[in-house]
């Protein structure tokens, strides 16, 4: 079975600064997608960002950044330029390849950004 | 872009009633939906999946005849919640995929919740 540990239960920053949430996996696959979702307030899963694991390239959306390590199983998530819009839980997911496959979340870390 | 809609937002209902949350995607067709339960401050836990025109597939330990699920068309799954009591208060979600196949490029869409509390 495969887990997702995300060890930073909870981070603080200024607003304008660059924050790093750590995320961990483990598989026995080859080949999965990861991925991080944003859970503002209002509590609305949001897609942040998303990975494939025969991808080298690590993905990037506008601020969003990840490094993708897949022989440490590591998949963190680089926020640029926080804003306080960017306040939300974050939840870091697998999902196996092969159809509606189901995810497979980390335990998640409250972002908090400061004016 | 690709919507799920899910009814009622919160419900309050009185011990040992049943009540019915509705997850609807309102412009695509979705074969499989999926339930989850969320507990204040913590991660999203699976409950099932549900697959229309079949039976659900629950997770360990999730209750089958306490959390009905009925996926009767390609666009609504239902989630029932029978006889609730009060360690039954969560809050609820579904998600959808929008392009069947393309989970792994465009994840899954979430619902906005229903918060159900019985007292």
């Known amino acids: 079975a495969q887990t997702v540990t995300q060890s930073q239960p909870e981070m603080s920053v200024q607003e304008a600064e660059t924050v790093t949430l750590s995320c961990t996996y483990d598989?026995?696959?080859?080949?999965?997608?990861l991925f991080w979702y944003k859970q503002p307030p209002s509590r609305q899963m949001i897609l942040v960002i998303r990975?494939?694991?025969?991808?080298?390239q690590n993905a990037t959306e506008n601020r969003f950044s990840v490094n993708f390590q897949k022989a440490a199983k590591s998949f963190s998530l680089k926020i640029s330029d926080s804003q306080l819009g960017d306040t939300a839980m974050y939840f870091c997911a697998f999902m196996k390849t092969g159809g509606a496959q189901k995810l497979v979340f980390g335990q998640g870390t409250r972002l908090t950004i400061n004016p | 872009g690709a919507v799920v809609s899910q009814h009622p937002s919160w419900v309050i209902c009185k011990s040992g009633t049943s009540v019915k949350i509705e997850c609807r995607s309102l412009d695509f067709q979705a074969t499989t939906m999926f339930w989850y339960r969320q507990f204040p401050k913590q991660s999203l836990m699976l409950m099932a999946t549900?697959?229309?025109?079949?039976?659900?597939?629950?997770e360990q330990g999730v209750e089958k005849d306490k959390f009905l699920i009925n996926h009767a068309s390609l666009t609504l799954s239902t989630l029932t919640v029978t006889s609730a009591h009060p360690e039954d208060s969560s809050f609820y979600i579904c998600s959808a995929s929008p392009v069947p196949g393309g989970e792994g490029y465009y994840g899954y869409t979430f619902g906005s919740g229903t918060r159900l509390t019985v007292v």
């Open positions: 549900s697959n229309e025109g079949s039976k659900a597939t629950y």
């Open positions: 598989t026995s696959e080859s080949n999965y997608y």
């Open positions: 990975q494939e694991a025969y991808k080298q």
